[in-house]
C-alpha cells in the first residue's frame, strides 16, 4: 500500500504544482484566470510529466499489484486444489453419493 501512497501523493502534487504555474502564467499574460481551462490545462500538462517523471513509482506500484494477485491466485489455486483432494478422498472412502472417480 505504501507504493499506492506515495504514487496517488506524488501525482496529487505535480497536479497542484502544475495548476499553480499554469494559473499564475494565464494570470500574467490574461489578467484573469478561466480556472475551469486552467484545470483542463493542468491535467494535461500533469498527466504528461507523470507519465515520464513517476515512471519509477508506477513501476514500483505495479509490481506490487502484480505480486499481491499472484499471491492471491496461488492461494485461490491451493484452495481448490485441497477441495478436490478432499473430494478424491471421501468418493475413495465409499463417502459421498455412489459415485466412483476413476
Known amino acids: 500500500m505504501k507504493e499506492f501512497w506515495i504514487y496517488t501523493g506524488l501525482r496529487l502534487?505535480?497536479?497542484?504544482?502544475?495548476?499553480?504555474?499554469?494559473?499564475?502564467?494565464?494570470?500574467?499574460?490574461?489578467?484573469?484566470?478561466?480556472?475551469?481551462?486552467?484545470?483542463?490545462?493542468?491535467?494535461?500538462i500533469s498527466g504528461a510529466l507523470s507519465f515520464f517523471v513517476l515512471d519509477p513509482q508506477r513501476r514500483a506500484f505495479a509490481e506490487k499489484v502484480e505480486a499481491r494477485a499472484a499471491k492471491a491466485v496461488a492461494a485461490a489455486r491451493a484452495k481448490e486444489d485441497g477441495e478436490i483432494d478432499s473430494e478424491a478422498d471421501t468418493a475413495s472412502n465409499g463417502e459421498g453419493d455412489g459415485h466412483k472417480v476413476s
Open 13 to 44: 502534487l505535480s497536479l497542484v504544482a502544475t495548476f499553480g504555474i499554469v494559473a499564475g502564467i494565464w494570470s500574467l499574460v490574461a489578467g484573469e484566470v478561466n480556472l475551469f481551462f486552467a484545470v483542463i490545462l493542468a491535467f494535461l
